[in-house]
Structures are given as structure tokens and as C-alpha cells.
């Protein structure tokens, strides 16, 4: 018997997020438990949970799929925390918008700019 395989919590494709809470996050007839990346080539598990520690070095996925990003919503848990300095100029520096704001809102948000077929992205910390 071979041991077991663990692979990275990747989604591929574009989806609403149908419910948040507990610590996770239902889209596509699935959960996860964590945090989430919704990007255009799909839906990534994401392992920032700290809203004040957030680093240019969180958004590398986000950064590398800049040429399809124009709009992107950072949850920032329960309540809305400004974005580092450093991540905001490294965001600027590709020309992707961060706007972030409670998870709750940006979830709302997503998923009515992803209904528009707008070039959205999300970074969405998990909240309990």
C-alpha cells in the first residue's frame, strides 16, 4: 500500500463562493478549511491568516497572473485592516488594484464582479 499523497487544495476553474465561516469556505460544491486564493486559473488553498503580516511574498500567485487581474479584493477577516505598505506598492508596481475589506464584504463583492465577468481576483482570509 502506498502512502498517502497530499496535493495541493487547487480548484480549476472560476467560482462563486457559496458560504463562508467555521474557519473555511464552500464554492463549487466543495469546502475548504482555511484561507482562499480565487484566481482566473482557479481556486487555491492560501496559507496567510494574519491580516497584519500579509507580504508581497503571500500574492506571488496573484502577481504572476497580473495580465488577467485588474480588480483585487483582499478579505481581511472579520474586520477590515489596511494593507501593508510594501504589498500595496508591489501590487501597484503590476498594475492590480488591492482593495481590501472584511472577508464577509469581499466574499459579496467577488462574487457580484465575477457574475459581471469582471477580471477579478480575491485573497480571502478565513474568519470563524
Not at 465561516?21 to 464552500?26: E, H, I, K, L, S
Not at 466543495?30 to 497584519?52: F, K, N, Q, T, V
Not at 477590515?80 to 505598505?85: D, E, F, Q, V
Amino acid at each position: 500500500m502506498a502512502g498517502l499523497i497530499m496535493r495541493e487544495a487547487h480548484f480549476p476553474g472560476r467560482a462563486p463562493v457559496d458560504a463562508y465561516g467555521d474557519g473555511g469556505f464552500r464554492f463549487a460544491d466543495m469546502s475548504h478549511r482555511g484561507s482562499i486564493l480565487c484566481l482566473p486559473s482557479g481556486i487555491y488553498g492560501w496559507e496567510p491568516a494574519d491580516p497584519l503580516a500579509l507580504k508581497p511574498a503571500d500574492f506571488a500567485r496573484v502577481i504572476s497572473e497580473a495580465g488577467q487581474v485588474e480588480i483585487l479584493l483582499v478579505g481581511t477577516g472579520k474586520d477590515l485592516r489596511p494593507l501593508p505598505a510594501e504589498l500595496r506598492t508591489a501590487l501597484k508596481d503590476v498594475r492590480i488594484s488591492a482593495d481590501p475589506m472584511s472577508t464577509g464584504a469581499a466574499v459579496r463583492t467577488y462574487n457580484v464582479l465575477l457574475a459581471e465577468d469582471r477580471a477579478v481576483a480575491a485573497a480571502f482570509i478565513a474568519v470563524d
